[in-house]
Protein backbone atom coordinates (compact mmCIF):
# COMPACT_ATOMS: atom_id res chain seq x y z
CA UNK A 1 0.00 0.00 0.00
CA UNK A 2 1.44 3.57 -0.84
CA UNK A 3 1.84 6.12 1.74
CA UNK A 4 -0.83 8.82 1.90
CA UNK A 5 0.03 12.26 -0.54
CA UNK A 6 -0.48 14.25 2.34
CA UNK A 7 1.43 11.66 4.95
CA UNK A 8 4.21 14.38 6.17
CA UNK A 9 1.92 17.39 6.63
CA UNK A 10 -1.36 16.24 7.80
CA UNK A 11 -0.99 16.44 11.23
CA UNK A 12 -0.68 20.06 11.08
CA UNK A 13 -3.97 20.55 9.92
CA UNK A 14 -7.24 21.32 11.79
CA UNK A 15 -9.71 18.33 11.19
CA UNK A 16 -7.80 16.13 9.26
CA UNK A 17 -9.68 13.53 9.36
CA UNK A 18 -12.17 15.78 6.32
CA UNK A 19 -9.08 14.65 3.83
CA UNK A 20 -8.59 11.09 4.72
CA UNK A 21 -11.80 9.57 3.49
CA UNK A 22 -12.86 6.38 5.59
CA UNK A 23 -16.84 7.23 6.37
CA UNK A 24 -19.51 4.39 6.46
CA UNK A 25 -21.03 4.04 3.27
CA UNK A 26 -18.24 5.67 0.88
CA UNK A 27 -17.40 3.42 -2.00
CA UNK A 28 -13.92 1.89 -2.94
CA UNK A 29 -13.55 0.07 -6.28
CA UNK A 30 -10.39 -0.89 -8.31
CA UNK A 31 -9.77 1.90 -11.00
CA UNK A 32 -8.95 -0.90 -13.75
CA UNK A 33 -12.49 -2.48 -13.47
CA UNK A 34 -14.44 -0.07 -14.59
CA UNK A 35 -15.11 1.92 -18.03
CA UNK A 36 -14.89 5.77 -16.54
CA UNK A 37 -13.89 7.57 -13.66
CA UNK A 38 -14.52 10.89 -12.14
CA UNK A 39 -14.34 12.61 -9.30
CA UNK A 40 -17.34 14.80 -7.71
CA UNK A 41 -15.42 18.13 -6.35
CA UNK A 42 -18.14 20.06 -4.20
CA UNK A 43 -17.12 23.37 -4.71
CA UNK A 44 -17.49 24.00 -0.21
CA UNK A 45 -16.00 22.58 2.60
CA UNK A 46 -16.45 18.83 3.24
CA UNK A 47 -18.77 20.04 6.71
CA UNK A 48 -21.17 21.37 4.00
CA UNK A 49 -20.71 18.85 0.78
CA UNK A 50 -20.84 15.69 3.34
CA UNK A 51 -24.82 15.95 4.31
CA UNK A 52 -26.06 17.82 0.89
CA UNK A 53 -28.27 15.71 -0.73
CA UNK A 54 -27.86 16.09 -4.51
CA UNK A 55 -24.09 15.25 -4.11
CA UNK A 56 -24.89 12.13 -2.21
CA UNK A 57 -27.42 11.05 -4.43
CA UNK A 58 -25.01 11.46 -7.43
CA UNK A 59 -22.13 9.81 -5.98
CA UNK A 60 -24.62 6.51 -5.52
CA UNK A 61 -26.55 6.77 -8.40
CA UNK A 62 -22.85 6.51 -10.04
CA UNK A 63 -21.54 4.33 -8.22
CA UNK A 64 -24.21 1.20 -8.21
CA UNK A 65 -23.18 0.86 -12.18
CA UNK A 66 -20.36 -1.56 -12.10
CA UNK A 67 -18.95 0.10 -15.29
CA UNK A 68 -18.22 3.72 -13.44
CA UNK A 69 -16.35 5.15 -10.51
CA UNK A 70 -16.94 8.10 -8.72
CA UNK A 71 -14.63 9.81 -5.44
CA UNK A 72 -15.32 12.62 -3.99
CA UNK A 73 -13.12 15.84 -3.13
CA UNK A 74 -14.23 18.75 -1.06
CA UNK A 75 -12.84 22.64 -0.80
CA UNK A 76 -10.22 22.76 2.24
CA UNK A 77 -9.64 25.10 5.24
CA UNK A 78 -7.19 27.57 4.52
CA UNK A 79 -4.25 25.93 6.93
CA UNK A 80 -4.75 23.05 4.22
CA UNK A 81 -4.50 25.09 1.07
CA UNK A 82 -1.14 26.44 2.39
CA UNK A 83 0.16 23.47 3.05
CA UNK A 84 -0.62 21.99 -0.22
CA UNK A 85 0.82 24.45 -2.54
CA UNK A 86 3.87 24.57 -0.11
CA UNK A 87 4.24 21.07 -0.48
CA UNK A 88 2.68 21.22 -4.18
CA UNK A 89 0.15 18.73 -4.05
CA UNK A 90 -2.73 18.32 -5.62
CA UNK A 91 -6.14 18.42 -3.77
CA UNK A 92 -6.94 14.33 -3.26
CA UNK A 93 -10.25 12.19 -3.81
CA UNK A 94 -10.94 10.63 -0.51
CA UNK A 95 -11.44 7.39 -1.07
CA UNK A 96 -8.10 6.09 -2.79
CA UNK A 97 -6.15 9.67 -2.49
CA UNK A 98 -5.93 10.06 -6.30
CA UNK A 99 -5.52 13.04 -7.65
CA UNK A 100 -8.60 15.25 -8.05
CA UNK A 101 -7.01 17.26 -11.05
CA UNK A 102 -6.45 15.08 -14.24
CA UNK A 103 -4.62 17.50 -17.03
CA UNK A 104 -5.21 13.95 -19.96
CA UNK A 105 -7.78 11.81 -20.75
CA UNK A 106 -7.61 7.99 -20.44
Known amino acids: MREHPYASFIDRVRKPGQYLGGEQ ?3 HKAWDGVRSRICLAFPDLYEIGMSHLG ?3 LYDIVNRRKDLLAERAYA ?3 DMERL ?3 HDQPLCSLESASSAVRTSLG
Open 25 to 27: GET
Open 55 to 57: YRI
Open 76 to 78: VWD
Open 84 to 86: LRS
